[in-house]
């Protein structure tokens, strides 16, 4: 099967695209992975990424579509894959759609896993980190025992500018799946939308009983 997997940062869509393609062995495709490791490298392909990535912002369409439809095309994508992290938009949907086709292919499923933003601004802003001995905690899920303080060296925790809350708000505000995109897929009968806000395991099932349904 071809699937896509929706969702802004902080959905858990990684982890959920890693679980899937595990289990069914299929090839899990993550831009934002390929990107980086391109800027890690050095390539023509990474140095044309870079500017954009470092603001939060989208790289060019003419730069990510070849890179993901050169992957799709290798063999080892055959028997199935999982996109994350693209289609971004419009454009990118129409082309892969167009490059499946010419293969005779098509994306079976597009799963969207749905967090409020006010409950992702609460993941993505919670971490706070201490500057003395490297302790990492989160306000909801590994709060230390006096707020704000190391519970191992008592030293004043502080927080990163990536996870302050402009700096949240802004990224969530450029990365939001656009309407249309979400209007595209949901015209070609194949959106369906899970509940994020549950535990990782139940949004697992959740997926799966999506894939399954629409077999
Ligand atoms: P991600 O790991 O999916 O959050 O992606 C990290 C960064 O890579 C994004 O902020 C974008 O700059 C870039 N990126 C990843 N996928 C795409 C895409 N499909 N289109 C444009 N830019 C992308």
Known sequence: ???ILLG?????KGTQANILADRF????VSTGDMLREAVTAGTELGKAAKSYMDQGALV?????????VERINRPDAEAGFVLDGFPRNLAQAIALDEALRQQGKSIDVVLNIVVPEEDLLKRLTGRWLCPNCGEIYHSQ???????GVCDKCGTQLIQRDDDKPETV???LEKQRTPDNLLAHFRDQKKLKDVDGQQAVDKVTADLLGAIEGSK
């Open 25 to 28: 062995s299929w090839l899990h």
């Open 169 to 171: 708000k802004a990224r």
């Open 8 to 12: 802004s940062p902080g959905t858990g």
């Open 1 to 3: 099967m071809y699937l």
């Open 60 to 68: 060019p369409d003419n730069v990510v579509i070849g890179m993901l």
């Open 141 to 147: 899920s590994r709060p230390p025992k006096q707020a």
